[in-house]
């Protein structure tokens, strides 16, 4: 029996876009510009709900969360997709690689449990208003924003242990603009049956559950207002939680497209195009969504300006 001698990859280059043709520097910036405002479009919402007495309801605590969110995705993926735009590629090791993808998937489960946890409130709000203080109070609202996060980033770890395991022996360039399962698996010359399996059973409980959770609470919204007799009083209604589907519409069709649609994956360019759009684009349309819809952010930010 002859032995394959294959040299094994210590460190891994993340290509990003590849050959910008001379604008690297052009669109750094235009990145830079992105990552800077994203962070402190979605500080300033954490700090406005800090210390704004008008904004101490529910809605705005678990909006934090999701401003924490997008700043954990957005420092996670970002400065190393910068580095690669402006040296045409970023050297990664292995375990870096792989930590990058545990907190990827990792605030993006949480994110979708959090995104249900905010319809399960407006839902509250809408639907049971009169029980809804009573309901929602600091205990559940507490145990509601922790659960997210202790669900998606414990339940990752049982998909990013077999993946510290592989061997990457096929090449050590990902064509990703980060560390993905997908790119890693293709360049890995290990048994990768159990990381699909995990998969395709973690997917389930951590993302079509939430999703379908959504979908139904607003059904039960939708019904609710279409029974408030004023035409007035069912636009007001509805602008209370018209801020929270534009951003789940945005992140669950970035998330569809990409993963749900077999045939995006074999599309290199508008792969990258559509992770970008959710790893780039939706943290940085979260809070001007909030800032620009809301009024009560609009009036504490104002209020915070006087000052």
Same mark, same amino acid.
């Given at each position: 029996?002859?032995?394959?001698?294959?040299?094994?990859?210590?460190?891994?280059?993340?290509?990003?876009?590849?050959?910008?043709?001379?604008?690297?520097?052009?669109? *750094?910036?235009?990145?830079?510009?992105?990552?800077?405002?994203?962070?402190?479009?979605?500080?300033?919402?954490?700090?406005?709900?800090?210390?704004?007495?008008?904004?101490?309801?529910? %809605?705005?605590?678990?909006?934090?969360?999701?401003?924490?969110?997008?700043?954990?995705?957005?420092?996670?993926?970002?400065?190393?997709?910068?580095?690669?735009?402006?040296?045409?590629?970023?050297? %990664?090791?292995?375990?870096?690689? $792989?930590?990058?993808?545990?907190?990827?998937?990792?605030? $993006?489960?949480?994110?979708?449990?959090?995104?249900?946890?905010?319809?399960?409130?407006?839902?509250?709000? $809408?639907?049971?208003?009169?029980?809804?203080?009573?309901?929602?109070?600091?205990?559940?609202?507490?145990?509601?924003?922790?659960?997210?996060?202790?669900?998606? *980033?414990? +339940?990752?770890?049982?998909?990013?242990?077999?993946?510290?395991?592989?061997?990457?022996?096929?090449?050590?360039?990902?064509?990703?603009?980060?560390?993905?399962?997908? =790119?890693?698996?293709?360049?890995?010359?290990?048994?990768?049956?159990?990381?699909?399996?995990?998969?395709?059973?973690?997917?389930? =409980?951590?993302?079509?559950? =939430?999703?379908? *959770?959504?979908?139904?609470?607003?059904?039960?919204?939708? *019904?609710?207002? +279409?029974?408030? =007799?004023?035409?007035?009083?069912?636009?007001?209604?509805?602008?209370?939680?018209?801020?929270h589907l534009l951003v789940v519409s945005a992140f669950y069709g970035t998330l569809i497209i990409k993963y749900m649609i077999p045939s995006i994956g074999h599309l290199l360019l508008l792969n990258k195009i559509i992770s970008l759009l959710h790893t780039v684009f939706t943290p940085l349309f979260n809070p001007l969504v909030y800032s620009l819809r809301n009024q009560d952010i609009r009036i504490a930010l104002r209020k915070i300006s006087k000052r």
């Amino acid at each position: 029996m002859t032995v394959r001698n294959v040299s094994r990859a210590t460190e891994l280059i993340l290509l990003g876009f590849g050959n910008l043709y001379g604008f690297n520097i052009l669109i *750094f910036i235009i990145f830079l510009n992105i990552f800077l405002i994203t962070l402190t479009g979605n500080l300033l919402i954490i700090v406005l709900v800090s210390i704004s007495h008008h904004l101490q309801s529910p %809605m705005y605590f678990f909006l934090c969360h999701l401003s924490l969110s997008d700043i954990v995705l957005t420092t996670n993926t970002l400065p190393n997709l910068m580095g690669a735009i402006l040296h045409g590629g970023k050297k %990664m090791t292995i375990p870096g690689c $792989i930590t990058q993808l545990y907190f990827f998937s990792g605030v $993006i489960f949480s994110e979708c449990f959090l995104l249900a946890v905010m319809s399960y409130d407006r839902y509250l709000a $809408i639907c049971v208003p009169l029980r809804y203080t009573s309901i929602m109070d600091l205990t559940l609202r507490t145990c509601m924003s922790v659960f997210p996060w202790l669900i998606g *980033f414990t +339940l990752n770890i049982s998909g990013i242990i077999p993946i510290s395991n592989f061997q990457f022996c096929d090449g050590n360039i990902i064509d990703h603009i980060y560390c993905d399962i997908s =790119p890693l698996q293709k360049l890995s010359c290990s048994d990768t049956s159990l990381v699909e399996f995990l998969a395709i059973i973690l997917s389930t =409980p951590l993302f079509i559950c =939430p999703c379908v *959770f959504i979908i139904l609470t607003y059904v039960h919204i939708l *019904f609710t207002i +279409l029974r408030i =007799p004023s035409t007035t009083g069912r636009q007001k209604t509805f602008s209370t939680c018209s801020s929270h589907l534009l951003v789940v519409s945005a992140f669950y069709g970035t998330l569809i497209i990409k993963y749900m649609i077999p045939s995006i994956g074999h599309l290199l360019l508008l792969n990258k195009i559509i992770s970008l759009l959710h790893t780039v684009f939706t943290p940085l349309f979260n809070p001007l969504v909030y800032s620009l819809r809301n009024q009560d952010i609009r009036i504490a930010l104002r209020k915070i300006s006087k000052r």
